[in-house]
């Protein structure tokens, strides 16, 4: 299993962001996926999570009416769209899945700043 993200970067406070997470290894379509994030010096918090068709989704209070997440089981890809970030976004932030056991990717660092 490989998770791959990509699409962090220096934005301004009320700016946006794209992250995807690119999948191999397992049948993607079959497993729910979610996002998480790591800001330093704090522990890792669960951001949104979409079941395995993209029909359902959940998000972190912190997060619900701003980001969105959704997935392209064609492309093996879960995103999480995310607007009008705010400073105490600033993370790293990880996709994961549990397939058998928890996987991780290597992280997207997102940093909110003027």
């Known amino acids: 299993v490989q998770l791959v993200e990509s699409g962090g970067g220096l934005v301004q406070p009320g700016g946006s962001l794209r992250l995807s997470c690119a999948a191999s290894?397992?049948?993607?379509?079959?497993?729910?996926m979610s996002w998480y994030r790591q800001a330093p010096g704090k522990k890792r918090d669960y951001v949104a999570r979409?079941?395995?068709?993209?029909?359902?989704?959940n998000y972190a209070e912190s997060v619900k009416g701003r980001f969105t997440i959704s997935r392209d089981n064609a492309k093996n890809t879960v995103f999480l769209q995310m607007n009008n970030l705010k400073p105490e976004d600033t993370a790293v932030y990880y996709c994961?899945?549990?397939?058998?056991?928890?996987?991780w990717g290597q992280g997207t660092q997102v940093t909110v700043s003027s």
């Open positions: 979409i079941d395995s068709s993209g029909g359902s989704t």
């Open positions: 290894g397992f049948t993607f379509s079959n497993y729910p």
């Open positions: 994961t899945v549990y397939y058998y056991t928890e996987y």
